[in-house]
């Protein structure tokens, strides 16, 4: 099961700018793929030293051999390696991230498809259940999936944020809603919403680097928020560089409890 060392002198981390290339697997490969492993072991059933294999008999390259990926490119056609090119900072105090580091936003579809379904071909809907979002705060019902556990995960974190004093409701309710079968503006790439695993909190109190031009990264969303959302497996699209305040998806590979 382990990966054969050559695997991990391919260099360092991938550097926070764009004219250094990207695409080098980092060091800490093996422990990202041991947790997909963990996180979702009905649908990855291991790895070897070139590949991520899937219980559908895909196997997904580790890497392309390519490290000298421009960011677009990172994003339009990774490798598993380049999931996982910047680490997600949970617990960290919200800031601006460094030029081009967006951790969770680096995503090999045909995993997600594996996990979740392909929404174009009417695989996702059959799959998602209604939430209750927030109750004691007239939040209404969300729709999630059952896949993965994604709803069972988004109950426990709408009780906890539920507990939270009043002033906190403002930026829950309401929601921007959670399944959507659609691309990320301006791309061909699935949205984590197409997949119903990303929920969307209050527009009013969020950025969005799409929105708001050459503004930069701010925030409104309080701390504690985000640590529970965190708790409970979700990653916030306020850690990216490309910043998305009010996003909260799914990645239980990146973060939150050991997966059991």
């Avoid at 960011?71 to 105090?93: C, I, N, S, T």
């Avoid at 594996?114 to 209604?130: H, P």
């Avoid at 708001?212 to 701010?218: E, I, P, V």
Wanted: net charge neutral; glycine share 10%; proline share 7%.
């Amino acid at each position: 099961m382990l990966l054969a060392a050559a695997l991990f002198a391919a260099g360092p981390g991938v550097a926070a700018d764009k004219a250094a290339g990207y695409g080098a697997n980092p060091k800490d490969l093996e422990a990202h793929l041991k947790r997909l492993v963990e996180a979702y072991p009905d649908v990855v059933k291991g790895y070897d030293d070139k590949a991520l294999i899937l219980a559908n008999g895909k196997r997904l390259p580790l890497s392309d051999g390519r490290t000298d990926k421009t960011f677009d490119q990172l994003l339009d056609d990774p490798d598993v390696g380049d999931m996982f090119a910047f680490a997600y900072p949970a617990g960290a105090e919200p800031s601006a991230p460094g030029r081009n580091v967006d951790p969770g936003r680096i995503r090999v579809e045909a995993l997600f498809e594996a996990l979740y379904g392909d929404c174009d071909k009417g695989q996702v809907s059959g799959k998602l259940r209604s939430v209750a979002w927030v109750p004691n705060h007239g939040g209404g019902a969300l729709k999630v999936s059952t896949a993965q556990g994604a709803d069972k995960a988004l109950e426990a974190v709408s009780r906890e944020l539920d507990a939270l004093p009043e002033r906190f409701a403002k930026y829950l309710v309401p929601s921007a809603g959670t399944y959507n079968c659609r691309p990320i503006a301006g791309t061909s790439r699935k949205s984590m919403h197409s997949y119903g695993v990303a929920i969307d909190v209050n527009t009013k109190y969020s950025a969005y680097w799409q929105w708001d031009g050459a503004k930069g990264w701010s925030n409104q969303i309080p701390r504690e928020i985000i640590d529970i959302f965190e708790k409970h497996g979700f990653i916030w699209g306020g850690r990216w560089y490309h910043y998305d305040t009010m996003h909260f998806e799914y990645r239980p590979d990146m973060v939150g409890p050991a997966p059991k």
